[in-house]
């Protein structure tokens, strides 16, 4: 409501990875499904990159949604790390992922695409930009694609990620078996212990971030 998320007659494609942030965002959004006004209708999909040696349950995530009501997709891609070799692979398997899932939403009719960043993702890539890059920016709740008729949004972009992990483990989530040889600690992992940092230094820490960000 804050931010305006919702519309009458939106069709919303969820990106499942298969964590629990994106596993409780088919869960809130199946329950908000069934709300009378506004009247949306919500589906999944689940993007496999063919090329990269790891391994995921699409079993899991097809019951977990069919359990829930929520129709879920199975789509594949792949790149060639040989010929964009000035790009990490790391980089690659994101944007091919989302570049797949964007096409898909457009050619499915779809006018939003939801994704299952919380408040913690936002404020750690907030930090990140300003520390990498000297730009305060971050990524917004709703955000108009220029390249594609559609909607990005982030449902969850209040919740705290403690909250997820504790709903996730009273729901006893499976967690994705995914063994990814490019696996490996990132900036964003360097980051978000600076942000839990602040946040020993000041539990408002996150707080006072968001307020900066949305001004």
């Known amino acids: 409501m804050d931010y305006q998320l919702l519309s009458d007659g939106d069709r919303i494609l969820i990106g499942l990875s298969g ?36 391994q995921t349950d699409g079993e899991y995530l097809e019951n977990f949604c069919a359990q829930i009501g929520i129709k879920l997709h199975l789509i594949h891609t792949r790149f060639d790390v040989r010929e964009e070799n000035s ?10 992922r989302r570049k797949a899932l964007f096409e898909f939403a457009v050619e499915h009719g779809f006018n939003k695409v939801a994704l299952g960043h919380h408040q913690d993702d936002i404020l750690v890539t907030y930090l990140m930009n300003l520390t990498f890059e000297g730009s305060a920016h971050s990524m917004p709740p709703m955000l108009q694609m220029e390249h594609y008729p559609l909607q990005i949004i982030r449902p969850m972009c209040l919740v705290h990620e403690e909250d997820i992990e504790q709903m996730a483990q009273l729901l006893e989530f499976r967690k994705l078996k995914k063994l990814c040889p490019y696996d490996k600690e990132t900036r964003r992992a360097d980051i978000k212990a600076v942000f839990h940092q602040l946040q020993r230094l000041n539990p408002e820490a996150r707080y006072s971030l968001w307020r900066a960000l949305m001004k």
């Open 19 to 54: 964590g629990k942030d994106s596993l409780m965002l088919v869960r809130l959004l199946a329950a908000r499904m069934r709300i009378y006004s506004p009247r949306i209708e919500v589906e999944a999909v689940h993007v496999m990159m063919d090329n990269i040696a790891y």
């Open 87 to 96: 790009k990490s692979p790391c980089f690659l398997c994101s944007w091919y």
